[in-house]
Nanobody, 119 residues
């Protein structure tokens, strides 16, 4: 089970940090990531991180502004979002994948947390 925390309202140029807590004893066996879905748009990949945390990857739209990290001892993955833009407004989903990299359709999803960026 994946549960997201930390969504809310931010101003453009501001920051937010999302957290995702995973239950179970095999957290370190999963690549983790974040997707988002804006109103009227399809879900899109945002960021991913390898099982050990040594490899991270991002969509072009957030590269340089967002940072994904994980703490395997706490079964938690984070998404630090900075220099927020109004187009970052979306529901953000935490995902887990048994593959080496988060796939386009990960098998495990959280319930989502709303992020709203105002101008």
């Amino acid at each position: 089970q994946l549960v997201e925390f930390g969504g809310g309202l931010a101003q453009a140029g501001g920051s937010l940090r999302l957290s995702c807590a995973a239950s179970g004893r095999t957290f370190s066996s999963y690549a983790m990531g974040w997707f988002r879905q804006a109103p009227g748009k399809e879900r899109e990949f945002v960021a991913g991180i390898s099982r050990g945390g040594g490899s991270t990857y991002y969509s072009d739209s957030v590269k340089g502004r967002f940072a994904i990290s994980r703490d395997n001892a706490k079964n938690t993955v984070y998404l630090q979002m900075t220099s927020l833009k109004t187009e970052d407004t979306a529901i953000y989903y935490c995902v887990a994948d048994v593959r080496v990299r988060v796939s386009t359709i990960p098998p495990h999803w959280g319930q989502g947390t709303q992020v709203t960026v105002s101008s």
